[in-house]
């Protein structure tokens, strides 16, 4: 593995709002864009035709149930991805580890779309979804949304602000503000998942310690 992409040293960079990105050759880059995308969770948005979507059950929904099949999606897409196998092999361990997961969606038995991402604290930092069948990784965006929301996370980054996410009201905010809600956001002791209390002697430190609020 790269060793600028062990996990207490990837979870360190994304505590301060830095994230790793391969380019074409495979060489590592660390970027921290000002101004930086978030989607704020009480702003949300979706189209009436995403809500019949949801409402009629077309996907059916899961979190962390393929997270491997989830990245290795997004590494394929045609149009090219900063996803090199040194970055897929480092966030799988992140997962394993339970600080990376997924949200999948699916048509049957099949996977259907879906996304994956980081999460330390009360913060998810969103990383790259895909889809195979129209509005899939629509309906995993809604899902981790909702995911979220229950579990009391306060912090949804997206980095860059794209057309697709605008739609669902995704804005930009000075890297400072960012800086500033990324700190709140990661003290708060939340859980993207359930997880075992034996285990946390295995979980690397982000170099925060949680607390109470």
Same mark, same amino acid.
């Given at each position: 593995?790269?060793?600028?992409?062990?996990?207490?040293?990837?979870?360190?960079?994304?505590?301060?709002?830095?994230?790793?990105?391969?380019?074409?050759?495979?060489?590592?880059?660390?970027?921290?864009?000002?101004?930086?995308?978030?989607?704020?969770?009480?702003?949300?948005?979706?189209?009436?035709?995403?809500?019949?979507?949801?409402?009629?059950?077309?996907?059916?929904?899961?979190?962390?149930?393929?997270?491997?099949?989830?990245?290795?999606?997004?590494?394929?897409?045609?149009?090219?991805?900063?996803?090199?196998?040194?970055?897929?092999?480092?966030?799988?361990?992140?997962?394993?580890?339970?600080?990376?997961?997924?949200?999948?969606?699916w048509?049957?038995?099949a996977?259907?779309?879906?996304?994956?991402?980081v999460?330390?604290?009360?913060? $998810?930092?969103?990383?790259?979804? $895909?889809?195979?069948?129209?509005?899939?990784?629509?309906?995993?965006?809604?899902?981790?949304?909702?995911?979220?929301?229950?579990?009391?996370?306060?912090?949804?980054?997206?980095? $860059?602000?794209?057309?697709?996410?605008?739609?669902?009201?995704?804005?930009?905010?000075?890297?400072?503000?960012?800086?500033?809600?990324?700190?709140d956001?990661?003290?708060?002791?939340?859980?993207?998942?359930?997880?075992?209390?034996?285990?946390?002697?295995?979980?690397?430190?982000?170099?925060?310690?949680?607390?109470?609020?």
């Amino acid at each position: 593995m790269h060793p600028d992409l062990v996990p207490n040293r990837l979870l360190a960079a994304y505590a301060v709002g830095i994230f790793p990105m391969a380019d074409e050759t495979g060489e590592l880059r660390w970027l921290a864009p000002d101004p930086r995308a978030i989607i704020e969770l009480d702003g949300f948005k979706t189209t009436r035709s995403l809500r019949a979507v949801v409402r009629r059950g077309v996907y059916t929904v899961s979190v962390d149930r393929a997270f491997r099949d989830v990245i290795k999606a997004c590494a394929d897409r045609p149009e090219g991805t900063w996803i090199s196998q040194e970055v897929l092999e480092a966030y799988c361990e992140l997962h394993r580890l339970g600080f990376a997961h997924s949200v999948e969606a699916w048509k049957a038995d099949a996977l259907a779309g879906g996304l994956y991402g980081v999460s330390i604290g009360g913060a $998810f930092f969103g990383e790259s979804m $895909f889809h195979l069948l129209a509005d899939a990784s629509k309906v995993a965006t809604v899902h981790l949304v909702e995911h979220m929301v229950s579990r009391g996370f306060e912090l949804l980054d997206v980095q $860059f602000l794209t057309d697709h996410l605008l739609r669902f009201g995704a804005t930009e905010i000075p890297r400072t503000q960012y800086e500033r809600r990324l700190a709140d956001a990661i003290r708060l002791d939340r859980s993207f998942v359930d997880r075992p209390d034996d285990d946390s002697e295995e979980r690397p430190r982000s170099g925060h310690e949680p607390r109470d609020d």
